[in-house]
Structures are given as C-alpha cells and as structure tokens.
C-alpha cells in the first residue's frame, strides 16, 4: 500500500506544473470541471486536453468529474448551484447550455454564464460506401421522391447532427427517416454498418471512418469547404442549398458570471496566451476536422448566438420545448 | 510473424525499462480498486487517463490497460470474501464464489478464479493480436434487432440462473431492472418518464449506486440479521489446491475466454454479459448441474474467465473501430485520442506497431494480475476473520463514499439507500438481485434498440426474427424458457427413452 | 424462511408486485405520445415500459395465483405472533442496523466532516452492534480497540478517496 501510494506521489511529481505566470488569481485547492456526459465522449476528450494545459497555466490540479444524465443538464445544474468561487465549472457545447432554459431544465439563461469556448465543430452528410448517393444532390432528389428510403442516423432529436438535418429539410424541403443512436460514435457506425444510409454527425466523429473510406462525406454544413487531414476537400453544402444557414457548434468550459473578479481576469489571460497558442489543443482540432478558435466573455457570446437562436427556434417549432423562446430574450432570426 | 516479433520487442522493452514498475503499481491500484464497492474500472482509468496526461503515450496507455484489467478482476475479491461484486461483472463470481468462501475454502476460491482471469485474459489477448479486424467486422453486424434479442436473452439467462429453483423470481427480478432502467429522461426523444417532476430522477438511476446498495448494503442486513455468522475454516483451503481445481476444468476456461471475447466486442454489454454468458454455457454443459450456486468451481472459473476475456475483447472495437466495447474502454479510447493516436480502420496500415504494444501491455497486466492476485490471497483471507460487528460498519461506509464519489451526487447516497433496504426485502423473498442490476445495464439498450429496430423496418416484426444473429440468440433465448418448464422437461425426456428404447427394439 | 410462511410473503408480495406493473401500465399509457411532432408512432416513449409494466403484471399475477394454491391466503395473523416476531432478536438486529446505517448515511454524511461523522459511526455500530452479541455493554478493552478501530478506518478511507482518488467529500 505504502509503495502505491509512494508511486502516485512520484507520478504526480512528474505531472506536477512548470512555474506558473503572474496571474492575479492563484486556485489554492484543485479546480474541478464537471462534464455532464459521460467518460469518453467527445466532450469529455476535449476537455481532458484542456484540463492538462489549464493545469499547467494555473499551477493547480485539474479534476474532471462525469456527471451524466438529462442532456446534461444534471452536471450543469450542480456546477451553478456549487459554490460560486472560480473552482467549479461546467464543459459543453454552447447551444446546450442556451437550451436548458427553454427547456424547462435549468432556469438560468446563457448570459448568466462566463464562457470559455475553444474549438468548433461542423456537422457532414456522411454516407455508406453502398448508398448509391454519388453527391448530396442524389439526396436531396431521394428525400423528395423516396423519404421511407432516407434513412438518417443521429445521437438524437437533442444533437447537433439532427439540428442539421432539419435544417436542411426545412430549407430545401423533402422528407427522411430519422434513426437516433445513443451518440454520435453508435451513430456513425450505424452509417458504416449500412444500418443507415446516411448520418449527419459532426466531423470529428466521423473524421476517421472517412479516412478509411468506411464513409463517403457528401457535404459540409458550413460556408465553406472543410480539409479532412488524410482525406481531401469536403465540399460546401451551400452548393446545393444556396439559402441553408449555417452555424459554428462551439465547445467551452463556463463557470457562474458572479465568480470573484480576479478569476475571469485571470481565465481571460489564460485563454488569450495559453488556449489560443496551444499546440496541443490545436493538435486535437486538427486530427479531429475541427477548428480551434478560442474566444472568452462577450466575444465568446456573439460566437454562439448564432448556433444558440436556430438551435432554439427548431427545437421550439419542432414541439420539444416547454417555453416559448422569445420570452427569454431570444429573436426569431 | 512481424507481429510476434513486434510483440515480443514491445514486452522486452517495457520489461528493460522503468516502465516495469508502472505495470506493477498500476495493475496493484486496479485490483484495489476494483475490491472497493463503488470505485469501478471507469472511475479508475478516467482517473488516471488525468494522472497521466503528462507522459508519453505508451507510458500511458499502458498504466491505463494495467488499470483496466487489474480492476476487472479486483472485483472478483469482494464478491468471493463478502458475496459484495465490486463491480457489475462480477456479480455471477459471487454465485459461487461465496458458498466456496463460506464453507472455508476462500483461498483456493480466490485462486480458481484467479487463474480463470489469467486464462480469460490471455484468450482475449490472443484473439485481440491474431483476428482483432475480422473480429471488429462481426462487431459491425450488431444493429438494433441484435441488442434488442441479446438484452432479452441476459435478463433471462441471468434471471434463471440465480433463481434455479423458481425462475420466475428470477425474471421478475430482471425485468424490474429493466423497468428501472426506464425512469428518467429517455434517449430518443429525451421525454422524461417516471420522473415526476424532480430533475433528480429524471436524470435516471445511477447503476452503481444501485449496485452498491443492492449488493452493499442489502448483504450488510442480510449479514446481520443472522443469528451467528463466523466463516469456517477448512484445512485443505490452499492457494495451489485452487490452481489445481482450476486446471481440471481448462476447458471450460478456454470456452468462457472465447465467449468472454466475444461478448467483449459488443458496445455497452462488454463484462457483464461475458461472465453471465459463460456461466450460463459451462452450466449446460457440466456433469455436475446441481453444484452451480452452491459453490461450483467450474462456475466460478467460468464466471471469471468470462469477464476477464472480454477486456481485452472491448479493446479489439476501441483498436479497429474506435468504438469501445465498454464504459471503462470508452475511457481508454478517450486517453489514446488526446495521446495523439488515431485508432480506426486504419490503425492496422497506419501503426501495426502501436496494436502489438497493446497486445504486450495486455499480456504484461494479465501476468501482473496473476501474480499479485497469487500474493494478495493469503493477507486478504484475514478479512473473514474479523467479526461481523467490526467488518460491516466499514464496509458500509465505502459503500455510501463509493455511491457518492461517482457523481460526487447526494442523490445517488439516498439511491443507495434505497435499494439496499428494497434490495433486502426483495432477497428475503428469494427475490435474486443480480438479474436486477443486469437489467438496469441492458434497460438502455433494450428500449433504444426495440425502438429503433422498429423505425428500421416500418413495424414489420419479422425483422427481428430472420437475421442470422437474431435467430440464434432468440432461439436459445426460447429454448432457455422451455427447457425449465418441468412438463417440457418430461416431455423431452419421455421422448428420448422412446427413442432408445426403440433402437433396442 | 419456512414453506408456509413463503407462501403467505408471496401471496403478499404478488399482490403488490401486481398492483405495481397495473401501475406501470397505465402510467406508460399516460406518457406523451408526441404526436404533435409527428413521431413514428412505433417509437413513443411508453411502448417499452408499456410491455414490461405488462409482463410484470402477468408474473405477479403467476405468484399469485399459485401462492393461492398453496395456501398463502390464509395469512392466520394474530396479535400475539406479531409481537413475537416484531421483539425476535432477529428483527432487533436488522431494525438497529437500518437505524444507524441510516442516520449515518442521510444525517451525518452529508453535513458533518467526513473524519468526524465516520468514526462516531463505525464506534456507534460495534458498541450497538456488540451489546446486543454479549447481552450488555461491551468490555472495556474491546471499547477501546473499537475506538481505535474508528478512528483509522475513518482517516484511512479519508485519505484513500479525497487525496488518492480526488473526490471531495460532503460536510466540509
């Protein structure tokens, strides 16, 4: 026993920080970040590699502790009602985060939050190798005269792979089968498997199916082309649907706007000289399909809204909220 | 033969190396972790995946693979010495394990079952380093009918196998599992059910917690509502004379490691349905039926084997799908990503390299295992002598800091609580609690996948009938039910003395 | 637990298991069917707890029937064997135990310090626990080694979880 936990001393020597710079704030217990899905997910992996270099920038020990359940909304809820000092946070993606009120989950809007976003992801119409789809047109021609046949696997009517397809739904009009799995992995491999025929999962879930040729991608739901490392270009969805309106999903860590000053003084540095120069964090985005761009506090805000407004709006006409967004603030785009 | 040459590169390396020492701690915390009621093999590798941010990527990921495997069979311990699993994979362990233990035989017990890992484990390992893509595509042709069937057939083997006498409790004990499952914010249209209102439950109940008031605390009653309950202590319990039972059965080893790796390839069922499945197959297939849960030794072995296998089994989708097979391996697969490696169908063009060190690492975690777990028998045996009013209040306090220490979450204490009280009464009505943890793992995936499969195929049910994996699992699934029912039985039986009597004629 | 007396538990506890999947069944038919969304009706929310309120009823209603069979129904309770049952040793030792766990687990865990609250329970349970094995107050040599006993359980398991595996305990 003595030697165990003489070797874990030694193991957290090693991974003990370099010196840390002059930050007005100085965490003297460890900073826990609650991740509210569960271990191993995409969330959870980001914000692994984000634990690491914030440990190394803050001088302190960085916990990441799941905390699954109700779109997560339950690890949410506990990091707002923890102490409100600057050593609990939340991780996520942005557009959670501005639902939960409309939802009924948690009654706390976006703007209470301080946001820490750092990589975006898109989504990809990604197709079995067998679909017979040669380009997305060939889709978008089958959901019109074929819906049964438009088989289309998601993490469900929650995620962002699913926001795309309605979009692209209502935008260009036309019908599909709608097939949720209980995330974006099962869901990619559900494509792969030729369980469905197609998934619109996000680009880092899919990236290394893709690579294999296991995946077709058709088209990228963002303005402009996406560069897979190890595949090529992915072309724009806008080719086909000029109008379709696309948005960044963005990633971050959040913790209540009413922490002390000296903590949001201190993470604005961090993010601006330590995030955005991250080799690591750039190395993930990169063999992910992502794209690294930090931003904090108001910056972070525009970035999302976005996202956050069409997000809101499909889920309220769609029938799965409780309340009606424009009641907290949000304008119908 | 590049690979073995790979592999053995990679063990000569590791052994040459400080690296050793890290096999040997992280494959000792696995094992305690794994005894510990609560702390679970996910809890462990999430824990040190943070620990070991810092390292190199082999370094890592080898004290992650230590982890893993230690843990899995760490739990077997607690299961054998206190019938408590330290985690859902070893709930068939107990089965057997205990009746051994309590008949004063808790030495060789630990040992059968440790040498049932170490066979499990190397089986998988071999499977992991000879067929690991062929395996990964078999991994593929599970879609939606196929969970659907081999939810039904766990709850149901594990439902009849830990309620031999009456089956019925057994099932309704498993089906009230999966009900649980239910309560919560469903997957697919995230509508909460049973949930009343409370944010709580609608993020559902947490299975280790569960778990540990299942099996924790409805024990820790059970214990003391006994009259007197000091363990004997039988003169021919020995460390070797438990390797030597073991080796008697290695057959049934072999089958349970095969089925353990397989059962390991499929995504969300990994350990659990490794060991009930091989239970459940040495059990048809023994001599001696009527031993099993009375404290059979090729049952335990099989139960052990079973669930030991199917670590390196979850690893093979991890490696060639980037899929986890399990909670724990979806947490491995999460560390290799942020280590920079890219597993997926490519890993094998890419980094064969990268698969046989996995291969060494598994094969250098699962020796570990074998000889620390040899090492630990003896001082662990202790544990039975201390009494019961000193030994249950510190069991029941790891039991309330491991339900919490999951989620960090009050809530799940009060779930502890709960069904450990609820898990009590059930058990005094001879109501078995482990197809009841089984069906709050297969709940999920059992109502997910009837549902979806049913969007798949327009409501036409045939579907879920006529694909060659389905078939399999719903035919044996029926033949289960009809093979305890006593008149099917006689039936049966009747029927083959005619046949034999008629070859006389 | 003698034949009889199963039977009378199961005619019992079917009765309940029954009432509970009757439950389950109209509560899964309450559940919204979302119709609104235009959900493949195959997949509504209800369907699966529908069916397994369903078997439940059906199992429970099994037991019951046979425990009828047996002789279940005759529950033949009389006062006296009531307070027989209720003042057994057996039932003493459960009630003391689910009283302590229980106060520990919902009172003290969650608002006294963790090294405080679990050594005043593990001493709490063996001193209890103990008198009721001896039939009087324990010796004071095994108080002091149950005190003893306590006080490292409680800084060992203190320091296991918060400093080794970084959970932060309730309660301070």
Same mark, same amino acid.
């Given at each position: 026993?003595k030697f165990?936990?003489?070797?874990?001393?030694?193991?957290a020597?090693?991974?003990?920080?370099?010196?840390?710079?002059?930050?007005?704030?100085?965490?003297?217990?460890?900073?826990t970040?609650?991740?509210?899905?569960?271990?191993?997910?995409?969330?959870?992996?980001?914000?692994?590699?984000?634990a690491?270099? /914030?440990?190394?920038? /803050?001088?302190?020990?960085?916990?990441?502790?799941? +905390?699954?359940?109700?779109? #997560?909304?339950? #690890?949410?809820t506990?990091?707002?009602q923890?102490?409100?000092?600057? /050593?609990?946070?939340?991780?996520?993606a942005?557009?959670?985060?501005?639902?939960y009120?409309?939802?009924?989950?948690l009654?706390?809007?976006?703007?209470?939050?301080?946001?820490?976003? =750092?990589?975006?992801?898109?989504?990809?119409?990604?197709?079995?190798?067998?679909?017979?789809?040669?380009?997305?047109?060939?889709?978008?021609?089958?959901?019109k005269?074929?819906?049964?046949?438009?088989?289309?696997?998601?993490?469900?009517?929650?995620?962002?792979? =699913?926001?795309?397809?309605?979009?692209?739904?209502?935008?260009?009009?036309?019908?599909?089968? =709608?097939?949720?799995?209980?995330?974006?992995?099962?869901?990619?491999?559900?494509?792969?498997?030729?369980?469905?025929?197609?998934?619109? +999962?996000?680009?880092?879930? +899919?990236?290394?199916m893709?690579?294999?040729?296991?995946?077709?991608?058709?088209?990228?739901?963002?303005?402009?082309?996406?560069?897979?490392? #190890?595949?090529?270009?992915?072309?724009?969805?806008?080719?086909?649907?000029?109008?379709i309106?696309?948005?960044?999903?963005?990633?971050?860590?959040?913790?209540?706007?009413?922490?002390?000053?000296?903590?949001?003084?201190?993470? &604005?540095?961090?993010?601006?000289?330590?995030?955005?120069?991250? &080799?690591?964090?750039?190395?993930?985005?990169?063999n992910?399909?992502?794209?690294?761009?930090?931003?904090?506090?108001?910056?972070?805000?525009?970035?999302?809204?976005?996202?956050?407004? +069409?997000?809101? *709006?499909?889920? *309220?006409d #769609?029938?799965?909220?409780?309340?009606?967004?424009?009641?907290?603030g949000?304008?119908?785009? | 033969?590049?690979?073995?040459?790979?592999?053995?590169?990679s063990?000569?390396? !590791?052994l040459?190396s400080?690296?050793?020492?890290?096999?040997?701690?992280?494959?000792?915390?696995?094992i305690?972790?794994?005894?510990?009621?609560?702390?679970?093999?996910?809890?462990?590798?999430?824990?040190?995946?943070?620990?070991?941010?810092?390292?190199?990527?082999?370094?890592?990921?080898?004290?992650?693979?230590?982890?893993?495997?230690?843990?899995?069979?760490?739990?077997?311990?607690?299961?054998?010495?206190?019938?408590?699993?330290?985690?859902?994979?070893?709930?068939?362990?107990?089965?057997?394990?205990?009746?051994?233990a309590?008949?004063?035989?808790?030495?060789s017990?630990?040992a059968?079952?440790?040498?049932g890992?170490?066979?499990?484990?190397?089986?998988?390992?071999?499977?992991?380093?000879?067929?690991?893509?062929?395996?990964?595509? @078999?991994?593929?042709? @599970?879609?939606?009918?196929?969970?659907?069937?081999?939810?039904?057939?766990?709850?149901?083997?594990?439902?009849?196998?830990t309620?031999?006498?009456?089956?019925?409790?057994?099932?309704?004990?498993?089906?009230l599992?999966? @009900?649980?499952?239910?309560?919560?914010?469903?997957?697919?249209?995230?509508v909460?059910?049973?949930?009343?209102?409370?944010?709580?439950?609608s993020?559902?109940?947490?299975?280790?917690?569960?778990?540990?008031?299942a099996?924790?605390?409805?024990?820790?009653?059970?214990?003391?509502?006994?009259?007197?309950?000091?363990?004997?202590?039988?003169?021919?319990?020995?460390?070797?004379?438990?390797?030597?039972?073991?080796y008697?059965?290695?057959?049934?080893?072999?089958?349970?490691?095969l089925?353990?790796?397989?059962?390991?390839?499929?995504?969300?069922?990994?350990?659990?349905?490794?060991?009930?499945?091989?239970?459940?197959?040495?059990?048809?297939?023994?001599?001696?039926k009527?031993?099993?849960?009375?404290?059979?030794?090729?049952?335990?072995?099989?139960a052990?084997?079973?669930?030991?296998?199917?670590?390196?089994?979850?690893?093979?989708?991890?490696?060639?799908?980037?899929?986890?097979g399990?909670?724990p391996?979806?947490?491995?697969?999460a560390?290799?990503?942020?280590?920079?490696?890219?597993?997926?169908?490519?890993?094998?063009?890419?980094?064969?390299?990268?698969?046989?060190?996995?291969?060494?690492?598994?094969?250098?975690?699962?020796?570990?295992?074998?000889?620390?777990?040899?090492?630990?028998?003896?001082?662990?045996?202790?544990?039975?002598?201390?009494?019961?009013?000193?030994?249950?209040?510190?069991?029941?306090?790891?039991c309330?800091?491991?339900?919490?220490?999951?989620?960090?979450?009050?809530?799940?204490?009060?779930?502890?609580?709960?069904?450990?009280?609820?898990?009590?009464?059930?058990?005094?009505?001879?109501?078995?609690?482990?197809?009841?943890?089984?069906?709050?793992?297969?709940?999920?995936?059992?109502d997910?996948?009837?549902?979806?499969?049913?969007?798949?195929?327009?409501?036409?049910?045939?579907?879920? @009938?006529?694909?060659?994996?389905s078939?399999?699992?719903?035919?044996?699934?029926?033949?289960?039910?009809?093979?305890?029912?006593?008149?099917?039985?006689?039936?049966?039986?009747?029927l083959?003395?005619?046949?034999?009597?008629?070859? !006389?004629? | 637990?003698?034949?009889?007396?199963?039977?009378?538990?199961?005619?019992?506890?079917?009765?309940?298991l029954?009432?509970?999947?009757?439950?389950?069944?109209?509560?899964?038919?309450?559940?919204?069917?979302?119709?609104?969304?235009?959900?493949?009706?195959?997949?509504?929310?209800g369907?699966?707890?529908?069916?397994?309120?369903?078997?439940?009823?059906?199992?429970?209603?099994?037991?019951?029937?046979?425990?009828?069979?047996?002789?279940?129904?005759?529950?033949?309770l009389?006062?006296d064997g009531?307070?027989?049952?209720?003042?057994?040793?057996?039932?003493?030792?459960?009630?003391?135990?689910?009283?302590?766990?229980?106060?520990?687990?919902?009172?003290?865990?969650?608002?006294?310090?963790?090294?405080?609250?679990?050594?005043?329970?593990?001493?709490?349970?063996?001193?209890?626990?103990?008198?009721?094995k001896?039939?009087?107050?324990?010796?004071?040599?095994?108080?002091?080694?149950?005190?003893?006993?306590?006080?490292?359980?409680?800084?060992?398991?203190?320091?296991?979880?918060?400093?080794?595996?970084?959970?932060?305990?309730?309660?301070?």
């Amino acid at each position: 026993m003595k030697f165990i936990i003489s070797m874990l001393a030694a193991v957290a020597l090693f991974a003990a920080p370099a010196t840390a710079e002059e930050y007005s704030w100085k965490p003297d217990k460890p900073v826990t970040i609650i991740v509210p899905w569960s271990a191993g997910g995409s969330t959870d992996s980001v914000t692994r590699v984000l634990a690491g270099e /914030l440990e190394d920038a /803050l001088g302190q020990t960085v916990v990441i502790v799941n +905390q699954p359940g109700a779109a #997560g909304s339950v #690890g949410t809820t506990n990091a707002w009602q923890a102490d409100h000092d600057g /050593l609990t946070w939340a991780a996520g993606a942005a557009i959670d985060l501005g639902a939960y009120q409309v939802l009924g989950m948690l009654d706390v809007p976006v703007t209470d939050w301080k946001l820490y976003l =750092h990589i975006a992801n898109v989504a990809v119409v990604g197709a079995n190798p067998d679909s017979g789809y040669k380009d997305f047109g060939d889709v978008l021609a089958a959901m019109k005269s074929d819906p049964d046949s438009v088989s289309v696997a998601t993490a469900g009517v929650t995620s962002g792979g =699913h926001n795309a397809m309605e979009s692209i739904a209502q935008t260009a009009g036309g019908k599909y089968k =709608h097939v949720s799995y209980d995330g974006g992995k099962p869901a990619v491999l559900a494509a792969v498997s030729g369980e469905t025929k197609l998934t619109t +999962q996000l680009a880092s879930e +899919q990236a290394e199916m893709i690579r294999a040729g296991r995946i077709v991608p058709l088209a990228v739901l963002a303005d402009k082309p996406l560069v897979i490392e #190890g595949y090529g270009e992915i072309p724009s969805i806008k080719q086909w649907v000029p109008d379709i309106k696309t948005a960044n999903n963005y990633f971050g860590i959040w913790t209540p706007a009413d922490v002390p000053a000296n903590v949001l003084e201190t993470m &604005d540095k961090v993010w601006a000289n330590a995030i955005a120069k991250s &080799d690591a964090m750039a190395e993930y985005a990169a063999n992910r399909g992502a794209i690294l761009d930090p931003s904090s506090g108001d910056a972070a805000l525009e970035a999302v809204s976005p996202a956050l407004t +069409q997000n809101v *709006f499909l889920l *309220f006409d #769609g029938g799965k909220t409780k309340n009606d967004p424009t009641k907290y603030g949000f304008k119908r785009p | 033969m590049d690979g073995l040459i790979s592999f053995a590169n990679s063990v000569a390396s !590791i052994l040459t190396s400080w690296s050793a020492v890290d096999v040997v701690w992280a494959t000792l915390l696995g094992i305690i972790v794994g005894m510990l009621p609560g702390l679970t093999a996910t809890l462990g590798v999430a824990l040190l995946t943070t620990l070991t941010f810092k390292m190199e990527a082999d370094q890592a990921i080898l004290i992650l693979v230590c982890m893993y495997v230690g843990a899995i069979y760490g739990g077997s311990r607690s299961a054998i010495l206190l019938n408590i699993p330290g985690t859902p994979a070893n709930a068939a362990t107990a089965l057997d394990g205990f009746p051994l233990a309590r008949s004063g035989k808790a030495g060789s017990a630990m040992a059968i079952a440790t040498t049932g890992s170490v066979f499990g484990g190397l089986i998988g390992m071999m499977a992991l380093a000879v067929i690991a893509p062929v395996l990964a595509e @078999f991994a593929l042709s @599970f879609g939606a009918f196929e969970f659907f069937w081999l939810a039904v057939f766990g709850v149901l083997i594990s439902g009849q196998l830990t309620s031999l006498d009456d089956p019925i409790k057994g099932w309704i004990a498993g089906f009230l599992g999966l @009900f649980i499952a239910t309560i919560g914010q469903e997957g697919i249209y995230a509508v909460p059910r049973f949930s009343y209102g409370s944010t709580d439950l609608s993020g559902g109940i947490g299975l280790l917690p569960a778990m540990v008031g299942a099996f924790g605390l409805a024990e820790i009653l059970t214990v003391m509502r006994h009259e007197a309950y000091e363990a004997v202590r039988a003169k021919s319990d020995s460390v070797w004379s438990g390797i030597r039972d073991a080796y008697k059965y290695k057959f049934t080893a072999i089958r349970s490691g095969l089925i353990g790796t397989l059962m390991g390839l499929i995504p969300g069922v990994g350990e659990d349905m490794g060991s009930w499945a091989s239970y459940a197959a040495a059990r048809q297939s023994s001599k001696n039926k009527e031993e099993f849960g009375k404290g059979s030794v090729e049952g335990l072995l099989a139960a052990e084997s079973g669930n030991n296998a199917a670590v390196p089994g979850a690893l093979i989708p991890v490696l060639t799908l980037a899929v986890p097979g399990s909670a724990p391996a979806a947490v491995l697969l999460a560390a290799m990503i942020i280590h920079g490696i890219r597993p997926g169908p490519l890993i094998m063009i890419e980094s064969p390299g990268f698969v046989y060190s996995v291969v060494a690492m598994v094969f250098l975690a699962t020796i570990a295992m074998g000889v620390l777990g040899l090492l630990l028998t003896r001082p662990l045996v202790m544990v039975l002598k201390v009494t019961r009013e000193r030994l249950m209040p510190i069991i029941f306090v790891l039991c309330t800091v491991g339900a919490f220490a999951i989620a960090s979450r009050t809530f799940d204490v009060w779930v502890m609580l709960f069904f450990g009280v609820f898990g009590f009464i059930l058990r005094e009505l001879k109501y078995p609690m482990a197809p009841l943890i089984l069906g709050i793992v297969l709940g999920d995936i059992l109502d997910k996948s009837l549902r979806r499969g049913l969007v798949l195929s327009d409501g036409e049910l045939i579907q879920f @009938f006529n694909r060659p994996i389905s078939m399999v699992l719903w035919i044996s699934a029926l033949l289960f039910i009809l093979l305890t029912m006593p008149s099917i039985r006689n039936l049966l039986g009747r029927l083959f003395k005619q046949k034999t009597e008629g070859g !006389i004629q | 637990m003698s034949q009889p007396a199963m039977n009378k538990a199961d005619f019992i506890s079917s009765i309940v298991l029954t009432l509970f999947g009757i439950g389950i069944v109209v509560e899964s038919l309450r559940l919204p069917r979302l119709e609104n969304l235009n959900v493949n009706s195959y997949t509504v929310p209800g369907i699966v707890p529908g069916f397994l309120g369903l078997f439940l009823t059906i199992a429970g209603l099994a037991i019951l029937v046979r425990s009828i069979r047996r002789g279940g129904w005759k529950l033949s309770l009389n006062k006296d064997g009531v307070r027989r049952w209720l003042g057994s040793a057996m039932v003493m030792r459960t009630a003391v135990t689910v009283v302590i766990t229980m106060g520990y687990a919902i009172l003290l865990f969650p608002n006294v310090p963790f090294w405080i609250a679990t050594p005043i329970f593990i001493f709490v349970f063996v001193v209890a626990t103990e008198a009721m094995k001896y039939g009087g107050l324990p010796s004071r040599m095994k108080l002091l080694t149950a005190l003893v006993l306590a006080i490292i359980a409680g800084l060992v398991i203190n320091y296991v979880f918060q400093d080794l595996f970084f959970v932060r305990l309730p309660g301070g």
